[in-house]
T-cell receptor, first 116, second 116 residues
Framework: KAGVTQTPRYLIKTRGQQVTLSCSPI?????VSWYQQTPGQGLQFLFE???????NKGNFPGRFSGRQFSNSRSEMNVSTLELGDSALYLC???????????????FGEGSRLTVL | DQQVKQNSPSLSVQEGRISILNCDYT??????FLWYKKYPAEGPTFLIS?????DKNEDGRFTVFLNKSAKHLSLHIVPSQPGDSAVYFC???????????????FGKGTLLTVNP
């Protein structure tokens, strides 16, 4: 069974630009979450989608947005990039449908974003 | 406000000995806890979880202990192996915090080094 796939793996942008990251979940998984990992803050929750609906959102500015498609693939977008957006962006999928977290998240390898 | 704390940024142990990684939380609504391991340039990998209705869960060399009154959990690895060297993250979820909650709150991680 293929794991969670994230593209691109590495990218470099400059301040003010925008970026789109893509995530393909494990087949059959309909819940997709996004996390930001930075050395100072650890892993921080961005948002979670299920059946194209955002169910939870973390404490990030509106420059961070996401969406999920009918095939459960997800994208996240960061507009007007700032230096502090440099981070590893991790996508995770799970088979959860309702009732909250009942098991593990399966993480991808991440997209490493560097903002210059 | 850091709701999940891993106060030891690093831990070094000898191969064959026990590794004990600690995690404290402040949110009394947390009722499900997970441990993840992360190697550089890879996504986090699930290790073990525990529900708040239990105080211990064991899986092979890994055991997680939960002390709800102290809001403290620990991960024991026995015996430790050099391949266990990685960053370990504690994570928590509040499944019953009103509505569906699919957010994991992570600690900042502890770097475990197992010396041969």
């Amino acid at each position: 069974k293929a794991g969670v796939t994230q593209t691109p793996r590495y990218l470099i942008k400059t301040r003010g630009q925008q970026v789109t990251l893509s995530c393909s979940p494990i087949s059959g998984h309909r819940s997709v979450s996004w996390y930001q990992q930075t050395p100072g803050q650890g892993l921080q929750f961005l948002f979670e989608y299920f059946s194209e609906t955002q169910r939870n959102k973390g404490n990030f500015p509106g420059r961070f947005s996401g969406r999920q498609f009918s095939n459960s693939r997800s994208e996240m977008n960061v507009s007007t990039l700032e230096l502090g957006d440099s981070a590893l962006y991790l996508c995770a999928s799970s088979p959860w449908t309702s009732g909250g977290i009942t098991g593990e998240l399966f993480f991808g390898e991440g997209s490493r974003l560097t903002v210059l | 406000d850091q709701q999940v704390k891993q106060n030891s940024p690093s831990l070094s142990v000898q191969e064959g000995r026990i590794s004990i990684l600690n995690c404290d939380y402040t949110n009394s609504m947390f009722d499900y806890f997970l441990w993840y391991k992360k190697y550089p340039a890879e996504g986090p990998t699930f290790l073990i979880s525990i529900s708040s209705i239990k105080d211990k869960n064991e899986d092979g060399r890994f055991t997680v202990f939960l002390n709800k009154s102290a809001k403290h959990l620990s991960l024991h690895i026995v015996p430790s192996q050099p391949g266990d060297s990685a960053v370990y993250f504690c994570a928590a979820s509040a499944r019953n915090s009103g509505g569906s909650n699919y957010k994991l709150t992570f600690g900042k991680g502890t770097l475990l080094t197992v010396n041969p």
